[in-house]
T-cell receptor
Framework: ETGVTQTPRHLVMGMTNKKSLKCEQHLGHNAMYWYKQSAKKPLELMFV???????ENNSVPSRFSPECPNSSHLFLHLHTLQPEDSALYLC??????????????FGEGSWLTVV | EDQVTQSPEALRLQEGESSSLNCSYT??????LFWYRQDPGKGPEFLFTLYSAGEEKEKERLKATLTKKESFLHITAPKPEDSATYLC???????????FGQGTELSVKP
């Protein structure tokens, strides 16, 4: 059972397509995150939102565009991606930021394949 | 440089064979050390948070400990269902930074 729901679970898109990943958290948290997980690499932080405001952009290319309309929903808009962007994209949430020792809870992830 | 290093990268155990996973960290001002379990194709599942050296936490066959330089995840009498990748992460300073290690892939054979 997870309090963070991601859709779709699997997505295949061409390099010229535009698609979006959706995340919803049911935990009442105020912070939400996008992470990228590639094979054999540590989780890589992409974006952080706290109370709907973006507080971290970890030098992510502009072909990834996040949107956070409220504290419960987070989107990642994708356009003109490259094959090397194929990875597992994980959404997460926390009550407060991990810099205060708060725990981050993850969703099941969206598997993205760029062809 | 702030970093988290896990060892070994992969560990194969027989059912019932106890062992430990290591997580070494070098961060300034540790705020929390986190352990997660990740099954193939799924998101990381939270296990433990440790805040200060000397702290220990247990859950079923798992026990996490913390020193000033590293954390251990001890697995006692593991079962095949304990097979997964175990991730550790460290949060530091007051920002939203959380650094993950590369994980230890544990395989427990019956």
């Amino acid at each position: 059972e997870t309090g963070v729901t991601q859709t779709p679970r699997h997505l295949v898109m061409g390099m010229t397509n535009k698609k979006s990943l959706k995340c919803e958290q049911h935990l009442g948290h105020n912070a939400m995150y996008w992470y990228k997980q590639s094979a054999k690499k540590p989780l890589e932080l992409m974006f952080v939102y706290n109370f709907k405001e973006q507080t971290e952009n970890n030098s992510v290319p502009s072909r990834f565009s996040p949107e956070c309309p409220n504290s419960s929903h987070l989107f990642l808009h994708l356009h003109t991606l490259q094959p090397e962007d194929s990875a597992l994209y994980l959404c997460a949430s926390s009550q407060g930021t991990p810099g205060s020792g708060n725990t981050i809870y993850f969703g099941e992830g969206s598997w993205l394949t760029v062809v | 440089e702030d970093q988290v290093t896990q060892s070994p990268e992969a560990l194969r155990l027989q059912e019932g064979e106890s062992s430990s996973l290591n997580c070494s960290y070098t961060v300034s001002g540790l705020r929390g050390l986190f352990w997660y379990r990740q099954d193939p194709g799924k998101g990381p599942e939270f296990l433990f948070t440790l805040y200060s050296a000397g702290e220990e936490k247990e859950k079923e066959r798992l026990k996490a400990t913390l020193t000033k330089k590293e954390s251990f995840l001890h697995i006692t009498a593991p079962k095949p269902e304990d097979s997964a990748t175990y991730l550790c992460a460290a949060s530091y300073n007051q920002g939203g930074k959380l650094i993950f290690g590369q994980g230890t892939e544990l395989s427990v054979k019956p």
